[in-house]
């Protein structure tokens, strides 16, 4: 009988290709914990693991994994490096968050195929205001980790539905738009850069 585990990783495979992941997660940990950002490599080496994808809409070339084979992976990947692993669960959940905005937000995120960093904050710390042509972000959002790698951001922020009633709603931000001020000093944590 196949089991369930196996079954996922016939769709994405992301749990097979984490091994080298993981084993240089590992080897670049002390360097990313000084840094207080994962290394470069390690970021591309989760790209081209899946995770960026895992969760991304078929429609736009992602993986349309489960969450059974995201949570294996990244249990994996935390076996060498603990910050590399919570990037990795990030960088493939928030595109989960990403898939539901509408279609034109989609679009403009992946573009370029399904392998783009995107990082955000569900908190609804911020406020947006309907401008011609959009809206007008703005807020504060501590610990989005994995910033430094990332093109996009997602943020939720409270904007007005009718009146004085406003609602929690989800933006992408391109992170060309964000500021980013370095507040994290989590011993242990510190390489998820957030």
């Not at 990947?77 to 990795?88: D, I, L, M, P």
């Amino acid at each position: 009988m196949l089991d369930r585990s196996q079954t996922d990783r016939a769709r994405s495979g992301v749990a097979d290709r984490v091994a080298a992941v993981t084993a240089l997660a590992a080897d670049r940990a002390a360097e990313a914990e000084a840094a207080r950002r994962l290394t470069p490599d390690v970021v591309d080496a989760l790209v081209e693991a899946g995770f960026a994808r895992h969760f991304v809409p078929a429609g736009f070339g992602g993986s349309e994994g489960s969450f059974a084979e995201a949570a294996t992976a990244v249990a994996d990947v935390g076996e060498g490096c603990a910050a590399s692993a919570w990037c990795a669960s990030l960088m493939a959940n928030l595109p989960r968050f990403a898939a539901y905005l509408p279609l034109e937000g989609q679009q403009e995120i992946w573009q370029d195929g399904p392998d783009v960093v995107v990082v955000g904050s569900p908190s609804p710390f911020g406020r947006a205001s309907s401008t011609p042509g959009g809206w007008l972000v703005s807020g504060t959002w501590p610990y989005i980790s994995g910033v430094d790698y990332a093109r996009w951001v997602l943020v939720c922020a409270a904007a007005p539905d009718a009146g004085t009633v406003t609602t929690p709603r989800f933006f992408a931000v391109p992170i060309a738009d964000c500021r980013v001020v370095d507040t994290w000093s989590n011993v242990g944590m510190l390489a998820t850069g957030s």
